[in-house]
T-cell receptor, first 113, second 113 residues
Framework: GDSVTQMEGPVTLSEEAFLTINCTYTATGYPSLFWYVQYPGEGLQLLLKATKADDKGSNKGFEATYRKETTSFHLEKGSVQVSDSAVYFCALIPNQAGTALIFGKGTTLSVSS | DGGITQSPKYLFRKEGQNVTLSCEQNLNHDAMYWYRQDPGQGLRLIYYSQIVNDFQKGDIAEGYSVSREKKESFPLTVTSAQKNPTAFYLC????????????FGQGTRLTVV
């Protein structure tokens, strides 16, 4: 079945460092891809999305590009802040009606000043 | 404000008791979902519903039940048959167009003692 694999954490960075969180997927057809963020004790918030190959999603300085050839959707940010500390989830939804989001296991990011 | 409301935020129950978690949305979304979150496990799908009076089992439906009598509401009952019910439960909703993202509530942390 369809699945998402993301790098295990925790990822620990200093403020202003470059961030990459790897995400790869397995799916038939052309799924849509998402990154969600979860702050402690809260629900998930959509960070960005891409719905077709070569699309780049971006928001709040974060970017991810839908790479069909490598089945990847890596999350990047050029300069992280302490406030970016959170858990990041990569997810996909199959390109068919009546399905639900499939999530990776999440990557914890900790940024220190 | 439009959104998804889960209540209560924290819930304690004795082992062997059934408990119902509430989820209400005013986003006029047709689809609603329940996920369970455990440390290091990511989000796992319990049940989802694409339309009133219809729902489907997700990957870990055993020990849970749901109803969808109204478009706005999708309560989850954790029954005594669920062997390890202590977890963080997240409700979400979305439109039914393909490739659309889901919006999440703030979650309910259930502790069974």
């Amino acid at each position: 079945g369809d699945s998402v694999t993301q790098m295990e954490g925790p990822v620990t960075l200093s403020e202003e460092a470059f961030l990459t969180i790897n995400c790869t997927y397995t799916a038939t057809g052309y799924p849509s891809l998402f990154w969600y963020v979860q702050y402690p004790g809260e629900g998930l918030q959509l960070l960005l999305k891409a719905t077709k190959a070569d699309d780049k999603g971006s928001n709040k300085g974060f970017e991810a590009t839908y790479r069909k050839e490598t089945t990847s959707f890596h999350l990047e940010k050029g300069s992280v802040q302490v406030s970016d500390s959170a858990v990041y989830f990569c997810a996909l939804i199959p390109n068919q009606a009546g399905t639900a989001l499939i999530f990776g296991k999440g990557t914890t990011l900790s940024v220190s000043s | 404000d439009g959104g998804i409301t889960q209540s209560p935020k924290y819930l304690f129950r004795k082992e062997g008791q059934n408990v119902t978690l509430s989820c209400e949305q005013n986003l006029n979304h047709d689809a609603m979902y329940w996920y369970r979150q455990d440390p290091g496990q990511g989000l796992r799908l319990i049940y989802y519903s694409q339309i009133v009076n219809d729902f489907q089992k997700g990957d870990i439906a055993e020990g849970y039940s749901v109803s969808r009598e109204k478009k706005e509401s999708f309560p989850l009952t954790v029954t005594s048959a669920q062997k390890n019910p202590t977890a963080f439960y997240l409700c979400a909703s979305s439109g039914t167009a393909m490739n659309t993202e889901a919006f999440f509530g703030q979650g309910t942390r259930l502790t069974v003692v």
